[in-house]
């Protein structure tokens, strides 16, 4: 069931009908928390637009209307709700705490384009990281403003790749697309950067169905890695770090996710030191800008079980916002065409989509946790105590890296 977000003036304005975005999430299931989260981000960033009047277009300034889907996080679920969406009049699709879904409705939205060109919609993608979706099964109907699985590989490397306590790695994570993408790459990039690691574990597990992390922790624990990589996120990092706590591991985590959603208070004091993590940004990102859009988020949302912010979900609205003025239009393939051009920026953060495979490049960053109050750790995640001090830092040129995408536009 859909419910919608929109600010109060927008019902003062005639015939002026809002601009419909529809985001199609698992609000209820395994990750429920983070669909909420996501949420939160997005309508944070959808009341920045409309506090300036909303996206313009030629008959005068339209407000965003963000309206939730609920997919539980399964396929059929989410090609459902996709249907319901666009009955309801939403052109523009929001979603990513899936790439199997993603794939899936990236599938469903190219042959709906071409049997209804009438009502054409565009998905927006804020986190599902399945390098194929920008490479070979590259849509133009698809825009990706998370940074796909090598590129945040890549940038975890950059850091492992000078951390000689590492000595074996051990491999793990969810069994679908992303999760299998993340351990072959891992087992690919160790060979590149550091040949000389031993991989004493390469494992996958179902996908938000395991309760108890406590036999593979202990797995871990007796291949005698340094560290685990992992791609795994929400109730599976959290359950597996916690195990891996209870289990006495005293090695490293080398995470796509380990900054958020439950992760930092599970692991607690051992992970200060161990736990390393990868975004498009941390709020102990060493700018006042940064330091200014986080405290902003904040005071948007004081209560610290809500403290789950991503720079790239608010780009992500600031730049269809800005291809729909370019545009002119509502139209899929012209907001398409101009989103495909368009750079976004906010509080010293910029990012550039790239027209060749509709994949987002922007700056990456990588922490290590430790405890707030440290030097470099002013704020911490979630009340937990616990923030991340910035190590590495990308800039967009360095996080690049090519497409095998053969981009088929519409005629």
Known sequence: MASLCLPAFAHAQGDSAPIRLAMIEGLSGGNANGGEAVFRNLVWAVERVNARGGAKLPGGARPLALERYDSKGQIEEALAMLRSAIDNGARFILQGNSSAVAAALIEA????NEREPTRRVLLLNYAA????????????????FDAHADMRMAALMAVLKDDRAVKSAYLF?????????VLREARRQLGVQRPDIAIVGDELHPMFRIKDFAPYAAKIKASGADAVITGNFSNDLTLLVKAARDAGFEGKFYTFYGNALGAPAAIGDAGIGRVIAVADWLPNLPTRESEAFYQAFRKRYPDPADDYVHMRMQLLVEALASAIGSAGSLEAAAVATALEHTSASLYGQRGTMRGADHQFQQPLVVGVMDRQGTPGVKFDVEGSGYGFRVIRQLTAAQAEMPTSCRMIRPA
Do not use: A, M
Request: with cysteine.
């Open 129 to 144: 990281v399945d390098p194929i979706l920008t490479n070979e099964r590259c849509s133009f109907w698809h825009f990706r």
């Open 109 to 112: 939205i190219s042959k709906h």
């Open 173 to 181: 994570g969810q069994d679908y697309s992303f999760g299998q993408t």
